[in-house]
């Protein structure tokens, strides 16, 4: 998955470097499309509008060179402060990055949301590439996001807009190419052995959340995260290591924490074994999970609460 940086060498001439802000409003196949194209589970996925709450960086490496994709939450018109600190990181993607992939939902019409996500980029036209997601689905209609895109974003010249099914991967490869045609020269940000920047905490807190958002009522995602309190790199059979953890699925109310425990535990158990399942897949040790769960009282309406989750 990684690797000391130490092993990056300088790129021949003529390679290429970037960074790519992923934009779009919430559920539009933001994070799915960063999977498709790193080749890896980067970031999580669900149902639930939002699921991504922090940048994200999955990172493709190719002959041309390396782009650095930085999914972001998705743009939510909303005066909650858990979705201004969203805002933030999305901003703050946008302004750092050297390209913008603006993701817009082919089987949804465009909106009050899709319309301010549009005014944000229409300075942005000349880095700006666009991806229009989910031709896959009924009703999707290309066509229209098309056709939003030539009204609210003239700049953005129409070979930069690809229609795409992340689902399916389908369409990625032009998309790709344009990015790595418009990205500058310059040396590889990373080594070439890694897919993303993330530590072993934050992957596995957010392996956990999408498997209890999966899980779990529409209201209760947006009311829990996961703290990863202690982890233990063990001796395992043989030469394979065995990672213990002991994280806690943080809810809002004590009246929330049956609903994440289930009945005779049934619920966290198979929250549980998922994750183990799925992190198992993804590092290279054995991995072995002490979840539990705890109430931090409203921790959505806590400054100190959101920066530590969200700036991690």
């Known amino acids: 998955m990684t690797g000391s940086e130490d092993s990056a060498s300088a790129p021949a001439p003529g390679k290429k470097a970037a960074f790519v802000a992923v934009v779009g409003r919430p559920s539009v196949g933001k994070s799915t499309l960063v999977n498709q194209i790193c080749g890896q589970k980067v970031a999580i996925v669900g149902a639930s509008p ?4 922090n940048a994200i960086r999955g990172i493709v490496n190719r002959d041309e060179g390396q782009l650095v994709f930085v999914d972001t939450p998705g743009r939510h018109n909303s005066e909650k402060k858990l979705n201004k600190k969203l805002l933030e990181v999305s901003n703050r993607a946008v302004d750092e990055s050297d390209l913008v992939l603006y993701v817009l939902d082919a089987s949804r019409s465009p909106g009050s949301e899709e319309l301010a996500v549009a005014e944000l980029l229409a300075p942005l036209a000349p880095r700006t590439v666009a991806a229009v997601n989910k031709t896959d689905e009924r009703g999707a209609d290309c066509g229209r996001s098309l056709e939003f895109l030539r009204r609210e974003l003239p700049a953005l010249a129409a070979d930069r807009c690809f229609p795409v099914s992340a689902k399916k991967n389908e369409g990625l490869e032009p998309l790709l190419s344009c990015l790595y045609s ?4 310059g040396e590889a940000f990373y080594g070439a052995e890694y897919y993303t920047d993330q530590e072993v905490d934050f992957r596995v807190a957010e392996i956990i959340r999408e498997q209890a958002i999966k899980r779990l009522r529409q209201e209760l995602p947006h009311a829990l995260y996961v703290d990863v309190a202690d982890t233990e790199l063990r001796a395992g059979d043989g030469e394979t290591p065995r990672l213990w953890v002991r994280a806690f699925i943080v809810v809002e109310r004590e009246s929330q924490k049956g609903m994440v425990v289930g009945k005779g535990g049934e619920m966290i158990k198979a929250i549980r074994l998922a ?16 979840l539990r769960v705890k109430t931090g009282r409203d921790w959505r309406h806590s400054d100190a609460a959101l920066r530590r989750l969200i700036e991690r």
């Open 50 to 53: 939002q699921t991504t709450r």
């Open 182 to 185: 418009l990205a500058g020269e």
């Open 275 to 290: 994750a183990q399942k799925d992190l198992n897949r993804i590092f290279d040790w054995k991995v072995e999970l002490d």
